[in-house]
């Protein structure tokens, strides 16, 4: 039997902590090809490259002196919290990163509260010494402060502490004194976090997360908490609703580095894989057949937002997209249900339309950045938040948000936040930026992040997540400007667009394509507007008496995903294909708009 330790790293978002696994793969003689190349190993989907988180949580193992350290490594963002309870579930400890001039963060705290409450025993490595004014001791106090604050342990205060630069390769107990590899933050693991107990007796063990191929399935993945788990051996599913069914285990793998190792049996203390079982859930305990006995079931956070989905009818439907009935829409979510623990899918008011619930607009445009890559087109309307009404009072989500920004800008972002029903509950100063923090509607967070960036000169950082249901708290005005619509189909040309640009900003750049009901730009006032921006300029062979102005075009607004979908108003929709973002009115034509409003 080899000595293990399960360790899941926790961090906030870019604290460096793929890059530091990507360091102790290294380490473990692994993946010396990747190196030359300097790619990341962990984040291996493109949305997780592009915007640098990890969304999915993956394990991963090393082999060091003769010790097996499983890595499980856990989303940093609290949209993603599903993930992070069922992670934690598997480790005997945590490794905790911090960024050596940032501190400890809002959502280091959300999952390093859970960590602690499971009596996880930490090691900390303050990462990014290298970083010009960064300020290793101080940060390594407000660590201490922090685990103090959620109620620590006198065994788990007692903590290791490692500096270094996981960029650079390097870790050491003194930060004064580089070393040139990692192997202290390998000996510290080995030292400091407990060898799994070896439980003899029935077999159980808990299902924690799974995977999915195309050839076997679904595969369910989990620790074995007691006795012993033997390819081609009968087992019981205790399952949710208390039934116990029999079921038979095809194959089994334990993960070595990035990939997975058929063998024959895994003793308690070590994280498998198992192959062959059947209509399980998260949560399902595997037991012996003589007496299945189950574990707790692992709760997890209920979702929060909810948005319609529903198919491209618009004009120019089935111009870039492979999947665009509403089957394809419909086996693509149903599949999703198989691997995404906090999303839950019903059916719409109509046909062709579903409203999907997750944990926050992040969780659900990352779903639906994922579907447009892989060539669904697909309409989506404004995230509504869930409402659940509590002892006969009507209660809405409510999130603890923090803001990090220069003093100069503090007053108009508090004011920003109080006008939507945000509370300020505490105000630090560090150095010359405070940091605030605030309870607030989930509502209110809905295309707040726009103009908190706007008003502090792109300075502001903001993070944000989710706290308990309160008693609702009124309306929250949103944006009030109202749309530019186009009035016909055609080509947008320059012309036109110059001599409408008083009314207010464009979206659409000159020569593209719209049609009759698309939203092209933003009014200044608060009424909608419908102009006509494929308006040409009509030549004749007179001569002109005055001398022709050219068309002077100041740049459209270009949005993301996330932005259209915290911009969009009640009556909009985002049209959402391979290759275009495009905002529209839900009924396009005027007149049936206009007879719609007065109803």
């Known amino acids: ?119 996880l025993k930490p090691v900390v490595v303050i990462n990014k010494v290298d970083k010009p004014n960064c300020r290793p001791e101080e940060v390594q106090d407000m660590v201490f402060d922090l685990m103090f604050n959620l109620d620590a342990t006198e065994e788990q205060l007692d903590f290791p502490t490692l500096y270094g630069s996981a960029k650079q390769g390097w870790m050491s107990t003194d930060v004064n004194n580089p070393t040139d590899n990692i192997t202290p933050l390998l000996d510290a693991i080995i030292e400091n976090i407990p060898e799994p107990e070896t439980i003899e007796g029935d077999l159980q063990m808990l299902i924690t997360s799974l995977d999915y191929s195309n050839y076997v399935g679904r595969i369910a993945i989990g620790r074995v908490h007691r006795g012993e788990i033997r390819e081609g051996q009968e087992i019981a599913l205790c399952r949710k609703d208390g039934s116990v069914v029999k079921q038979k285990i095809k194959e089994l793998h334990t993960f070595v580095g990035m990939g997975r190792k058929r063998v024959e049996s895994v003793k308690s203390g070590d994280i498998c894989a198992l192959v062959g079982i059947d209509g399980f ?39 870039d997209g492979k999947y665009v009935t509403s089957r394809h829409i419909n086996d693509r979510l149903e599949k999703e249900l198989d691997r995404n623990l906090a999303l839950r899918i019903a059916k719409g008011d109509r046909e062709d339309a579903w409203i999907v619930y997750g944990r926050g607009v992040l969780h659900l445009s990352v779903l639906i950045e994922t579907m447009r890559r892989e060539g669904f087109e697909l309409q989506v309307g404004q995230p509504q938040v869930i409402i659940k009404e509590i002892d006969g009072v009507k209660c809405e989500p409510v999130e603890m948000m923090t803001i990090n920004v220069p003093e100069e800008y503090s007053s108009k972002i508090i004011d920003m936040v109080t006008r939507r029903k945000g509370e300020m509950v505490s105000m630090t100063t560090q ?20 103009n908190v960036l706007t008003a502090s000169a792109g300075e502001a950082i903001m993070a944000h997540r989710f706290h308990e249901y309160q008693p609702w708290k009124g309306d929250i005005e949103r944006r009030t400007n109202g749309s530019l619509i186009a009035m016909e189909a055609g080509t947008a040309y320059a012309y036109a667009i110059d001599k409408l640009q008083d009314r207010g900003r464009f979206f659409i750049f000159p020569q593209e394509e719209v049609y009759a009901g698309q939203v092209v730009g933003e009014n200044a006032k608060e009424n909608d507007i419908v102009v006509n921006v494929t308006k040409s300029k009509k030549l004749t062979n007179m001569r002109a008496s005055g001398a022709d102005d050219k068309a002077r075009i100041i740049p459209p607004v270009v949005f993301s995903l996330e932005e259209a979908l915290e911009y969009i108003k009640e009556d909009e929709y985002v049209e959402v294909t391979p290759h275009h973002i495009r905002l529209r009115k839900i009924i396009l034509d005027e007149l049936e708009r206009k007879r719609a409003n007065k109803s």
């Open 281 to 319: 859930e998260i949560g399902d305990t595997v037991a012996c057949i003589e007496n299945p006995e189950p574990l707790p079931r692992i709760a997890i956070d209920e979702p929060t937002m909810s948005m319609t989905f529903t198919i491209n009818d618009s004009p120019f439907f089935g111009r």
């Open 431 to 450: 150095n010359d930026r405070l940091h605030i923090e605030f309870l607030i509607p989930s509502r209110g967070i809905i295309g707040l992040r726009n």
């Open 1 to 119: 039997m080899q000595k293990i330790r399960n360790i899941a790293i926790i961090a906030h978002v870019d604290h460096g902590k793929t890059t530091l696994v990507d360091k102790m793969l290294l380490a473990g003689k692994l993946f010396r090809e990747n190196q030359e190349t300097g790619e990341l190993i962990l984040d291996n989907n493109d949305l997780e490259r592009e915007r640098g988180i990890t969304i999915l949580s993956k394990n991963v193992s090393i082999d060091y002196n003769g010790y097996k350290i499983n890595i499980i490594d856990t989303p940093g963002h609290a949209d993603f919290g599903g993930e992070v309870e069922r992670v934690l579930n598997m480790a005997d400890g945590c490794l905790l990163l911090v960024d050596a001039f940032e501190g400890p963060m809002p959502q280091t705290r959300f999952v390093l509260q859970k960590a602690i409450q499971m009596g």
